[in-house]
């Protein structure tokens, strides 16, 4: 194995960390690509949750080198939290992360403007976090990165000059009081010498150790169906989760991928605004709800649920060029009567099984479903994929059948413990 890109297969929150947590216990480096700290990945061992925002999930297998690509856009606040956090729990950073001295950072301003921007007349549903302002000006190259950190005078000049612009936005057309640019330049001149000894040119340490025959692990923050670029815009994340944006977030030609897991829920959620052709606004909704505790692990927002769609599924495989999936909370469908999967669209009469990402006609989309038997056993004590009920198997494979993609395994809990192979062997 070269390079192995795990992607959300939905809208983001499927269990990737998980995932990955798991899979990277067979590689020698796991790397983050694009996103920011709204991303929240949990990972549960034992009786500790951890839940982390930027490091990758990785990062508790000891011998793993974790890697923050220049891709990933960087709250150096919430960075320096985690890291504390990790250290605080006994968890050793010391040669095991590396940050790409090409990654932006996300400052005090993006996080202002983010929150302005959601108050306004069009509301994306964003986290607040300053990811999308931070994208933002990296586009429109007045971004600052983190090589900016090493040199102070050049860091001073990029700041002044953008708070100066920033605050004309602030008080003409938001009316609230300005930034302290004092206080912001002597609070981001400190996180050179904190964040120092992680910083190097990932890129080349990367292609470095793909050359040596290393095997990394490329980890992804949000969902594709999110994408910018290929998701339901304007309703979407601000950069690339799709199998593509690893290239371009780690520096890492398309050459070494060698495969590509889709993690997907046994259902559908969704944060935020934006269609959803399955969702489900009655007591099934809020049976998912609460039994799969779909609550944003960074916000606590309440996320909306909605039967299995496997017309967006077979578009993420496309897109992704998905390989195998990883099913997670196949538990949470246990008590339901009958359990249905989207396999096609309706629209003004015409039938379609093309996912669509004109939000005009997804928006008046009426899901068409298959129904499949449910069953009543509890499936989080399960140690076997051949012990589960013939049910849960049966809507294993209907899946599988539908969507066009291998199911490599099924999550029966939150814990590293409880997750099922087919055959009980991995087969990625």
């Known amino acids: 194995m070269a390079v192995r890109v795990v992607v959300g297969a939905q809208w983001g929150d499927e269990g990737k960390g998980k995932l990955v ?8 480096i796991v ?11 949990t990972i549960e061992i034992g009786d500790q949750k951890y839940i982390l925002h930027l490091i990758p999930s990785g990062i508790f297998n000891e011998h793993i080198i974790t890697v923050i690509g220049n891709g990933v856009v960087i709250d150096p606040v919430a960075l320096m939290e985690e890291i504390r956090f990790l250290e605080s729990q006994g968890v050793s950073l010391k040669g095991r992360l590396k940050i790409s001295h090409n990654a932006h950072l996300i400052m005090p301003y993006h996080k202002l403007l983010d929150s302005l921007y959601e108050k306004g007349k069009r509301p994306i549903g964003t986290t607040g976090r300053g990811i999308g302002p931070a994208y933002y000006d990296k586009a429109a190259r007045v971004g ?82 999110l994408d910018i670029d290929h998701g339901t815009y304007p309703y979407v994340t601000s950069s690339n989760p799709v199998s593509g ?38 007591a099934i909704g809020e049976h998912l709800r609460e039994k ?40 949470v469908l246990s008590g339901l009567e009958e359990i249905r ?18 939000l005009r006609r997804l928006e008046h989309m009426q899901p068409v479903y298959e129904t499949f038997p449910g069953w009543e056993e509890d499936l989080s004590s399960v140690s076997s994929f051949d012990d589960m009920p013939a049910a849960a198997r049966s809507y294993i494979a209907a899946v599988e059948d539908i969507i066009g993609v291998r199911v490599a395994c099924a999550s029966v809990g939150p814990e590293r413990t409880q997750i099922l192979f087919p055959g009980n062997e991995p087969r990625w």
Not at 31 to 41: D, E, I, K, L, M
Not at 247 to 270: D, E, F, H, N
């Open 292 to 331: 799969g505790q779909e609550f944003g692990s960074t916000t606590g927002r309440p996320r909306r649920c909605g039967w299995f769609d496997a017309v967006a599924m077979r578009y993420s495989a496309m897109l992704n060029g998905i390989t195998s999936c990883g099913m997670t909370k196949l538990d």
């Open 144 to 225: 600052i990165r983190i090589v900016d950190l090493l040199d102070h005078n050049i860091l001073e000049a990029r700041i002044r000059r953008n708070i100066e612009d920033k605050n004309q936005i602030i008080r003409k057309i938001y009316e609230e009081e300005e930034l302290d640019v004092e206080h912001i330049l002597e609070e981001y001149m400190r996180f050179d010498t904190l964040i120092d000894e992680y910083v190097t040119d990932t890129a080349h340490f990367l292609n470095d150790a793909i050359r040596d025959g290393k095997a990394v692990l490329a980890e992804g923050a949000q969902g594709a169906l």
């Open 21 to 28: 947590d798991i899979l990277s216990r067979d590689v020698d």
């Open 245 to 282: 944006g690893a290239t371009i977030g780690l520096g890492i030609p398309p050459t070494a991928i060698s495969s590509v897991v889709g993690v997907m829920k046994a259902y559908t959620t969704r944060v935020g605004l934006g269609p959803f052709p399955t969702e489900l606004d009655d």
């Open 341 to 358: 999967i989207c396999v096609g669209y309706e629209y003004e009469g015409k039938r379609s099984d093309r996912f669509q990402t004109n």
């Open 31 to 41: 790397a983050r690509y694009q996103g920011g700290a709204n991303a929240g990945h």
